[in-house]
């Protein structure tokens, strides 16, 4: 795809958005440090300038709406793949879409998508990626760490990105043949965390609890709670390990 490159900007995804509008084919906005970094759920996300990956790839697929939560799992696969290619350390996923290391989150994924009456008019698919940071604010400082804390290796970061973007479109490629998860399912759950581990989740619904099995070709979490298999689907819901 085009690549923008930017020392400095709100959000990727908020450029990414702009451009959108302009741009016909794919394209990735990679930027130094954000001022107003997005995460998930309407929290911020820690953007440093020089040790980070913020970058937002925009694709035009030709596919129905519901789709769109699919990507934010191929997104997760191919960061997955993309890190144990230049690492060797195993990447792991904490559902949907978080990137977990040793129980820390190394990097998030934020998918914003925008549609008119014929389908989808594009998907940004915002990725956050702790690399060679050395510290954390107080806040996240548990819970949030980075390639670099937990391997040792100062990698560059250009590489990284290289290698995310050619996993990308390789995992896009396997989910276009079927529309669905269904080819992208083994990888999934092979770095999928909570798999045969107790999970609670919480959903405007209610409060499950059991135990992860995997997903299913839509994406949606499987969960056995009570002898019952719960289909559960990503949006509002946070899961607890
Ligand atoms: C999460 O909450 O886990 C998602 C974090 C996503 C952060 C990335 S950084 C690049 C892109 N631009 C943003 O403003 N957010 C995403």
Not at 72 to 98: F, G, H, M, Q, R
Not at 180 to 207: A, C, Q, R, T
Request: with cysteine.
């Amino acid at each position: 795809p085009q690549i923008i490159y930017l020392d400095e900007v709100d959000s990727t995804n908020n450029y990414a958005r702009l451009m959108a509008e302009k741009i016909n084919s794919d394209f990735l906005v990679v930027a130094d440090k954000q001022t107003l970094g997005k995460g998930r759920m309407g929290r911020s996300w820690s953007s440093p300038a020089g040790v980070g990956i913020f970058m937002s790839l925009c694709i035009k697929p030709e596919m129905a709406v519901e789709k769109t939560s699919m990507i934010t799992l191929v997104t997760a696969v191919s960061l997955c793949d993309a890190i144990e290619e230049l690492y060797p350390i195993n990447a792991t996923i904490k559902w949907p879409n978080d990137i977990v290391i040793n129980s820390k989150k190394i990097s998030g994924i934020l998918t914003e998508m925008s549609s008119d009456m014929d389908g989808i008019k594009y998907i940004i698919s915002g990725m956050g990626i702790n690399v060679n940071n050395k510290e954390f604010p107080d806040d996240i400082k548990d819970m949030a760490s980075s390639l670099l804390l937990e391997t040792g290796i100062l990698a560059d970061r250009s590489k990284l990105i290289a290698a995310v973007i050619y996993h990308f479109y390789k995992n896009m490629n396997i989910f276009l043949k079927t529309g669905d998860m269904s080819g992208l399912k083994e990888n999934y759950e092979n770095h999928l965390v909570n798999i045969g581990k107790d999970v609670k989740i919480l959903d405007p619904k209610g409060i499950y609890q059991g135990v992860a099995l995997g997903i299913d070709e839509t994406g949606a979490l499987l969960v056995n709670a009570e002898g019952k298999i719960k289909r559960i689907i990503s949006g509002e819901v946070s899961v607890r390990g």
